[in-house]
């Protein structure tokens, strides 16, 4: 296997390509209940196609039953030639067990096998989950920021939002990738540091539901500085489904003024203060020399 891959068999759980029409099939299943509602799947032939034409359809079994899967196709951007996630899903019964986790570490091993120095893919950047997941335990790094990317969607996931994404760049044999999935993380001291020396680009207080929401929103400042999201939008959806709109913009507000100064993200922390645990990206100034930093998309 490739340096600082994650083994394809962990905890009962066996890695693999999809093979067998019937799995491919399995997928539908999965996707719709990840997603909910009236989410659009992609056709098993057309999968089974993509697989077998430079694409990546790879599953999470226990025994021979699919409990997750993620697939996608190559990318290409005029310069470099990447592998783009398209979707990654897990069953809601398997989604406390790491699988997300361990078919993205997957992924990776089969992409650098390929010869691909990079996977990029989008992810709504109110989610703070998921940041957790992309940001802190894989190592990627959200470059772009996309308003209202999709349109409006159907699925249980998007509807009723705006569908901003952030594309995110997975450099697979960077440093910082290989310490992050080998689980050398900041202590959640370290975590508390850096958030208490950084400047704060979204301020936040509680709102009458008692679940924060943005106040104001302000350029960074000083050589780093974090941006808080909802802590669980779904929480946030169902008891102050105004609120949503609110932090919609207010993100969409900050990311954009910490891209035009320059300033990039670099982690994701969830930190406990005042015995309230809340999210927040975390952002470095650029050094002399960079460029822009998180950039606004069309």
């Known amino acids: 296997m490739a340096q600082g891959s994650v083994t394809d068999r962990t905890e009962g759980f066996r890695f693999r390509r999809l093979e067998k029409p019937e799995e491919f099939r399995q997928l539908e299943e999965i996707h719709r209940a990840a997603f909910g509602g009236e989410v659009a799947t992609v056709p098993p032939a057309l999968l089974r196609s993509l697989q077998d034409n430079g694409g990546l ?38 989604q406390n067990h790491h699988v997300g986790f361990r078919l993205k570490a997957f992924q990776r091993d089969e992409v650098l096998k390929l010869g691909l120095p990079e996977i990029r893919w989008t992810t709504d950047p109110l989610r703070s989950r998921t940041a957790y997941l992309v940001v802190r335990r894989l190592g990627a790094r959200p470059d772009r920021y996309h308003p209202h990317y999709f349109g409006q969607l159907a699925d249980g996931l998007h509807r009723g939002m705006e569908t901003d994404q952030v594309r995110v760049v997975w450099s697979l044999t960077a440093p910082h990738v290989a ?11 370290e975590d508390e540091a850096r958030w208490r020396r950084s400047s704060a680009i979204v301020e936040t207080e509680p709102g009458e539901s008692g679940l924060r929401v943005p106040t104001t ?26 609120a949503v709109r609110t932090w919609r913009h207010a993100v969409r507000d900050a990311f954009r003024a910490a891209g035009d100064l320059g300033y990039t993200i670099d982690d994701f922390a969830t930190v406990t203060i005042d015995h309230e645990r809340r999210s927040f990206y975390l952002f470095r100034a650029p050094t002399p020399g960079e460029g822009a930093g998180t950039a606004s998309g069309t």
């Not at 021979?64 to 990318?75: M, P």
């Not at 310490?179 to 001291?189: E, I, K, M, V, Y």
């Not at 929103?217 to 105004?242: K, Y």
Request: aromatic share 12%; proline share 9%.
């Open 179 to 189: 310490s992050r999935l080998a689980g050398q993380l900041p202590s959640p001291a």
């Open 217 to 242: 929103v302000q350029e960074p400042t000083g050589p780093e500085a974090h941006l808080e999201i909802p802590f669980d939008l779904d929480l946030l959806r169902e008891h102050d489904p105004g």
């Open 57 to 94: 359809v790879l599953g999470a079994f226990a025994d021979i039953y699919l409990a997750g899967f993620t697939f996608g196709a190559l990318g290409w951007d005029g310069t470099t030639l990447y592998h783009y996630s398209i979707v990654t899903a897990v069953r809601p019964e398997y």
